[in-house]
């Protein structure tokens, strides 16, 4: 089955600066790469998303990226802000398997005023 | 839209008593849906995929007579533990899919917190 694996587990940054977290996963047959936002006692919510035909995809200060070949994929945050302090989750997936996702163990991110 | 309820959002029960989950899609018809265990501090784990109408598939390692799965309706999916223990203790969450949307997109509900004494 499906590995999914993420690091760092903790990452501590000063407010203003970047965030880079990173997943690799075991299943070239993966095509979606969904990464989620948990706060605690809070249900995961999809920030960003990629699919497997496409290397790279921005949302305002959100970005993710993508290396089929080498199969890992990146979370960038930039210009970070105290309210993106949280739990962040990679997972991978095939659409054949109607959303079945595998999920890396999390990065909690600690953004520093 | 999108939105999947879960009930109740915590629940504190005595060890050897049965607890049951609903997961409902309040806006939308949910092929599939997903029932996930979190303990504290870790990630997401998946339990069981439980397709309307048909008996649920369960992830290796999980009791399929501890963790009974009903998925009823198009909207409505129940988690039951049976003779719940205090290492059943988690964060239950549950998720729903539908092929009439992004195919890939998992929508997830607010959880429920279980406690076993």
């Known amino acids: 089955g499906e590995n999914v694996e993420q690091h760092p587990s903790t990452l501590s940054v000063q407010e203003g600066d970047s965030a880079v977290i990173k997943c690799t996963y075991s299943d070239s047959a993966s095509n979606y790469f969904p990464w989620y936002k948990q706060e605690l006692g809070k249900r995961p919510q999809l920030i960003i998303d990629?699919?497997?035909?496409?290397g790279e995809k921005k949302d305002q200060r959100i970005a993710v990226t993508l290396n089929k070949t080498a199969k890992h994929f990146s979370l960038h945050i930039t210009e970070t802000q105290p309210e993106d302090s949280a739990v962040y989750f990679c997972a991978a997936s095939r659409w054949t398997n109607a959303g079945k996702s595998t999920f890396g163990d999390g990065t909690t991110l600690t953004v520093k005023p | 839209g999108a939105v999947v309820s879960q009930h109740p959002s915590w629940v504190i029960c005595k060890s050897g008593t049965s607890v049951k989950i609903e997961c409902r899609s309040l806006?939308?018809?949910?092929?599939?849906m997903f029932w996930y265990r979190q303990f504290p501090k870790q990630s997401l784990m998946l339990m069981a995929t439980?397709?309307?109408?048909?008996?649920?598939?369960?992830e290796q390692g999980v009791e399929k007579d501890k963790f009974l799965i009903n998925h009823a309706s198009l909207t409505l999916s129940t988690l039951t533990v049976t003779s719940a223990h205090p290492e059943d203790s988690s964060f239950y969450i549950c998720?729903?899919?539908?092929?009439?949307?992004?195919?890939?997109?998992?929508?997830f509900g607010p959880g429920t917190r279980l406690t076993v004494l």
């Open positions: 998720s729903a899919v539908t092929s009439g949307m992004r195919y890939d997109e998992q929508f």
């Open positions: 806006d939308f018809q949910a092929t599939t």
């Open positions: 990629i699919r497997s035909n496409v």
């Open positions: 439980s397709n309307e109408g048909s008996k649920a598939t369960y």
